[in-house]
């Protein structure tokens, strides 16, 4: 059975810094594109980060030089740490794969496979 689990969120005042992780299992997880997307209250979902099974990322414009996303393949877990959070980073937090195919794996990734249950970051003034 594949799962994505998050954790990490919580909240914090802007300026501040979170780590996400989200803990893999049931795939080849080196043979995926992992992506961390965001919904906020009223807007829709919208892609933040990838990373490709060489380790080669993408971010949006809103987040690039504040947010990283890695991973450790031992352990199964993909990160996203967040640093310098400002209150439009408010929002659900998900963590998403696709099957890796021909590199494909751009940050703002449409039709994503598999996703974890979100995990909730609110950043307050």
């Known amino acids: 059975q594949v799962q994505l689990v998050e954790s990490g969120g919580g909240s914090v005042q802007a300026g501040g810094s979170l780590r996400l992780s989200c803990a893999v299992s049931?795939?080849?997880?080196?043979?995926?594109?992992m992506v961390w997307s965001r919904q906020a209250p009223g807007k829709e979902r919208e892609g933040v980060a990838a990373?490709?099974?060489?380790?080669?990322?993408s971010y949006a414009d809103s987040v690039k030089g504040r947010f990283t996303i890695s991973k450790d393949n031992a352990k199964n877990t993909l990160y996203l740490q967040m640093n310098s959070l400002k209150p439009e980073d408010t929002a659900m937090y998900y963590c998403?794969?696709?099957?890796?195919?021909?590199?494909?794996?751009?940050?703002?990734?449409?039709?994503?496979?598999?996703w974890g249950q979100g995990t909730l970051v609110t950043v307050s003034s």
């Open positions: 998403a794969a696709s099957s890796l195919v021909s590199g494909y794996c751009p940050f703002n990734y449409w039709g994503l496979e598999i």
């Open positions: 049931g795939l080849t997880y080196s043979s995926y594109c």
């Open positions: 990373i490709d099974s060489d380790g080669s990322t």
